[in-house]
């Protein structure tokens, strides 16, 4: 990070009650757009088309450095910004000049005081879901509801969707039509504040494609024409796709898309068929007089269920191909928690709108949706080997035939199915090194497939479980982990580890001391059993491989880091020794206990200095040395004691793996950096 200082022409601006954090996109004086962020709220005075002068500390992004991991450079780029200034807060900017106040300005500047006074009005375990359902704050949303979410099927409903709109915009214009309003006047005015509403949600994607869907329909109606589905969102689609055209490769278009033409496409029909009986016996006004609440139940869930399983079936493929998860259960829960979402949308807009009177039914209906996705998220969430393109290609043109074809659908869907489903030749065992910044993140692959996971965290990564390591695992096609062992209970080794218990199964847990509380309330939330790894003890081991340790907490040690587990896995006669964070102490101690020589060292410490590096490179000599962690914590001296090779660090060669071939050759490739080396089996 370098330091700068320079004028800014302001383009967009931005802001988050929930992280207490604001940012801006600008310009410099020669046309370059750089993105800066501070701590604290966003001036009045910054607006689009001010001119600031801001000091900060500039960095650009590197490519990404792990499998599956969001590329942060890409996406900059695509926003057209060169590098991220960090102001560290708000006083590092000044206002040279004003913007003019526009109509978005203070929609937006509404949007920051609408999100502050949720904060205020509403209990602290209520208030972020109700901001991330009304405005798109989804910052403030603890990891055990985003998981509940999650597991559930109904992520959706965090991410502002065309849902939130449409059922804002039917209130509006039923409302209108009440009050005496025409077809075209009504339409008219809901278009109007779908389109002002946009910015207050965050104008996300699909904000853009429900507000341009509404769209279609005002004019449809201004023109005489009767609505049609399909043209509006064709005709969205092509207007968003023009405006950015990148927009196409990510996840929440196609989402949103595939959902919307699948309700259009498939759920009619089926609700058309299913509703056929119903709506002949809600024209007898005596079945209307003695069964009220059975024909309003039954005509929901007639309408409800065939609209959820046409949205499940149009977006499990894309689902499946970008998270490496399917959810069973997200057709009966989206059907459950439609009328709770209905209630709770209206109430929310009304506590927006200043009406206190609101709050305690958003609280109610709040901790009544959490409670119930607590519940459904202990049924069934299969993880499962992300499918390839042409495999979702073909579920989804089975998807499209149930129409008309029916038969043809299931078994193009059938296939897809078998065909995702079918073993695949496991990875070649080995060690892979993930980049989590100052922390630590091995997985060990087993011969046969079978992966235990050695830490996971990070100290200079935020959420680094559910931005770096759980996506890393999901396209390393990890669906299970056989153990998942914390070394000790420094937050760098363990913090992620919450968020990766939530997400795949895992048959046990070893710790190397007592465990911090909040692994152990993860594990026991999903009746993890969780034990103390002891010395001489065997983890885990199939046949050519086992993992098992030979260092725990020495007596007289009192230092947690010399304290820390010492792993030693060997692999078709290789050895991967990983002491964790282990300093002089523990080393020597380490050594006096006639530890015996490696190929693979896992550098003690992240690679910071330590008087018996030279001992530790001597003794144990390996023939490749792996560092996870920051530059500025190693200590080159030290690196160049424990061995004498280059080492392979993770801030320059990014994720690291290293595998095993059935000789007992080493290959070690570099994520980010491409290097790769072979080293020769052993004689």
Known sequence: ?????????????????????????????????????????????????????????????????????????????????????????????????????????????????????????????????????????????????????????????????????????????????????????????????????????????????????????ALALALGRAPDVASALGGTALVLVLADPAGVHRIGFQLSFAAVAGIAWLARPWTERATRRHRLLARFPAVRADHPLRLRVSGYLLRAFPAALAAWLSTAGLVAHAFGLVAPVAVAVNVAVGPLVALLLPANAALAAGLNAAAPVCTLLVRCLRSFLKLAAVLPCVRVVPPTGVVVAVWMTGVAALRRRALCGVVLMACSTGAALLPRAPPTPGLVLLNVGHGQAALLRFPGGDAVLVDAGSRTTPKSGRRIVRPALQALGVTRLRAVVCTHRDADHWNALPEILASFPVDRIWCGGDPPAALRRAAARRGIPLGRARPGQVLYETQGARLEVIAAATPGLRSSNDRSLVLRFSLRGRVFLLPADREERGLRALLAGGAARCDVLLAPHHGAACAAAAEVGRVFAPRLLLVSGSRSSSDAAALRAYATSEPWTTWSDGCIEVSVSRNGSLTVRGWRSGRVRVCAPPR
């Open 1 to 217: 990070m370098q330091p700068v200082e320079f004028e800014l022409s302001v383009a967009e601006t931005g802001e988050d009650p929930f992280r207490a954090r604001a940012w801006l996109y600008g310009s410099d004086t020669r046309g370059t757009p750089f993105l800066c962020s501070w701590s604290g709220a966003c001036p009045d005075g910054v607006r689009v088309g001010s001119r600031v002068r801001i000091a900060g500390r500039l960095y650009i992004p590197a490519a990404r450095g792990n499998p599956g991991e969001r590329d942060a450079a890409q996406g900059l780029a695509a926003r057209g910004a060169v590098g991220v200034v960090d102001l560290g807060r708000a006083a590092n900017l000044v206002v040279l000049q004003t913007g003019a106040a526009t109509p978005w300005f203070h929609l937006r500047r509404l949007r920051r005081r609408i999100g502050q006074r949720i904060l205020r009005t509403l209990p602290s375990d209520v208030a972020p879901l109700v901001a991330a359902l009304l405005l798109g704050y989804r910052s403030g949303v603890s990891p055990e509801d985003r998981q509940s979410f999650e597991r559930t099927g109904t992520l959706h409903l965090l991410a502002i969707s065309g849902l939130h709109v449409l059922i804002l915009a039917a209130g509006v214009h039923r409302l209108l039509r009440v009050l005496g309003a025409g077809p075209r006047s009504a339409a008219a005015v809901t278009l109007l504040l779908a389109v002002l509403y946009a910015p207050l949600a965050g104008a996300g994607p699909p904000i853009r494609r429900a507000v341009g869907v509404l769209a279609f329909y």
